[in-house]
């Protein structure tokens, strides 16, 4: 991997991003960034073509206050517009919001911006389609006869529903990458040929992969990293499968040199990791990289939002863990009640969450960086079964923090979660979305989270 910095082009096709708005109950930057289109960036101007970014959800927008107080390690709050319950979910007591920058901002910004000559949306969660929606009707407002592309995970997961509804003139699936290569060419008639003189590009090894293109945000407050894509377990309630099947991984030394250009040249000191599975194959992966990170000396944090496996935790990668500065620690643990999870998974058993447990204290984790997701709201489960993992999980020391559950298309568990939702779930994602708790088992409601809530902080 390595940076993509062509200076801007004379006569090469203008293409414009853009990450457009959640629409949700609730949502907060929690180092969240759409590093699947920034690394398409990276790629497109790698082939000669010229991008300009647009971000929906930019925290640092020109007409943002300047300071943001509530910013810690680069996370915070995103400005919220309040915008009516969709269709289906009048009855929902909570309130619905469109979260980023004004409406009228993004339109401003649109119009100040040269033709494109291809728009490029991406997407993320499944029921955050709304946002999509509402972003590409402004985007088609402004520029009527560029074409645009969607692609991205709602993109992907609900293929149909985005092609009927997301109102985007293309819809890819999948990585795309090549696709989006060959669509730029037969749209703009610009043939991409890659310009930058490194490995040439090959989207099967993640080390010919340009870094995304943070440069092109108005801050570069902390850097997402990818060093693996897909997984090798099979969670029933999960799509990493679907979205990236098989397992590939980045070598050490081209992650320790991403994080190395990312302090070095923006002074990023928060990088989170995104992968699905960072410490399998720990031996060849994390341990290397971990200790060529703490050979380099620099005062930077690291953090797991994204939740590392239990199983892969040893002594000695708890140990790299903490000196290299992991900071915010996610465990997938899902629920403690081990004799019965074999019908959701197979990624930890009773003895894997103790020793994992047991080697991150004794690297020195504390309780308050250290947390394990347990998962709430699955078809057929009870609220005991939730309360008695909290209650688990707090004994050894460590902190339970609740997931709820979205069921998601394309997994293993979609067909029981559709047989045990009061909504319909098939006839619109809006009904996965986890705030509304899509497959709950009566007589779980709002005082049950509550009640969860109580439970871990007592
Ligand atoms: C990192 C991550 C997070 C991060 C934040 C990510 C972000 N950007 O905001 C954190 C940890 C905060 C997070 C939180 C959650 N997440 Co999450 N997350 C992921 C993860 C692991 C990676 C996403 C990612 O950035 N991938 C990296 C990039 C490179 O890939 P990409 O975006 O797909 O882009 C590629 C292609 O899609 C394509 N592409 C992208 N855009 C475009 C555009 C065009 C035009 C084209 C052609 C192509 C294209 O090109 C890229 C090529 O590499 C995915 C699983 C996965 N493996 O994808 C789950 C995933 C998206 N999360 C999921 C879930 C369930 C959640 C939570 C709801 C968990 C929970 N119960 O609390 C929360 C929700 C948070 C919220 N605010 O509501 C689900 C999706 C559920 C759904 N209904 O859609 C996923 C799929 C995991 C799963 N369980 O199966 N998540
Ligand atoms: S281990 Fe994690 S990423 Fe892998 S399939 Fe299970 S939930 Fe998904």
């Known amino acids: 991997m390595f940076i993509s910095g062509l200076p801007v082009r004379k006569n090469s096709p203008e293409i414009l991003l853009i990450n457009p708005w959640i629409h949700d109950f609730a949502a907060y930057d929690f180092w969240a960034k759409p590093v699947g289109l920034l690394t398409l960036a990276s790629i497109l101007r790698q082939h000669g073509l010229n991008v300009s970014y647009m971000d929906c959800l930019d925290r640092f927008h020109h007409n943002m206050p300047k300071t943001d107080p509530h910013a810690r390690n680069g996370r ?8 009516l319950n969709p269709e289906g979910l009048h009855d929902v007591n909570r309130n619905f919001s469109r979260y980023g920058i004004k409406k009228r901002w993004f339109i401003e910004d649109l119009r100040a911006t040269p033709r494109p000559d291809l728009v490029l949306v991406t997407s993320l969660m499944t029921y955050w389609y709304p946002g999509v929606k509402e972003t590409i009707e402004i985007i088609k407002e402004i520029f009527p006869k560029t074409p645009l592309i969607l692609g991205g995970i709602y993109a992907t997961l609900c293929y149909s529903h985005a092609l009927q509804q997301s109102g985007a003139d293309i819809v890819v699936k999948g990585q795309g990458i090549e696709e989006l290569l060959e669509l730029t060419k037969k749209l703009t008639g610009f043939t991409p040929v890659n310009k930058q003189g490194g490995p040439e590009f090959n989207a099967d090894i993640l080390d010919t992969y340009p870094y995304p293109a943070f440069d092109l945000q108005h801050q570069v407050n902390y850097v997402p990293l990818i060093t693996s894509k897909g997984c090798p377990f099979a969670c029933s309630y999960c799509a990493s499968n679907f979205l990236n099947p098989g ?28 992968d699905d599975a960072l410490l399998v194959n720990s031996a060849n992966h994390a341990v290397p990289m971990l200790e060529g990170i703490i050979k380099k000396g620099y005062n930077i944090c690291f953090h797991t ?32 009640l081990f004799e019965d ?35 709430a709201g699955l078809p057929g489960q009870t609220i005991d079964s939730v309360k008695a993992s909290i209650k688990t999980v707090k004994q050894t020391g460590i902190t339970p923090i609740i997931a709820y559950y979205t069921p998601i298309p394309h997994t293993e568990m979609w067909s029981r979660a559709v047989a045990s939702s009061r909504y319909d779930l098939e006839s619109d994602p809006i009904f996965t979305n986890k705030a509304i708790l899509p497959c709950r088992l009566d007589p779980f409601s709002w005082e049950t989270i509550s009640s969860f809530k109580k439970l871990v902080f007592s």
């Not at 915070?76 to 915008?83: F, I, Q």
């Not at 939740?307 to 643990?333: C, D, P, Q, V, Y």
């Not at 019908?343 to 504390?366: H, N």
């Open 341 to 375: 999870r074999s019908s959701i998974d197979r990624k930890v058993t009773e003895y894997d969450f103790k020793k994992a447990v047991t080697c991150l204290k004794s690297a020195g984790f504390k309780k308050n960086n250290t947390g394990a997701y347990l998962l």
């Open 76 to 83: 915070g709050p995103y400005l919220k517009t309040r915008a």
């Open 247 to 274: 397992f590939k991984q980045r070598s050490p030394e081209s992650v320790i040199q991403e994080i190395e250009y990312w302090h070095k040249k923006y002074k990023v000191k928060d990088f989170v990791f995104y």
């Open 305 to 336: 939002p994204n939740a590392i496996h239990m199983r892969e935790i040893t002594e000695t990668n708890a140990i790299l863990m903490f000196k290299a500065g992991f900071r915010t620690l996610r465990l997938g643990l899902e629920t403690t």
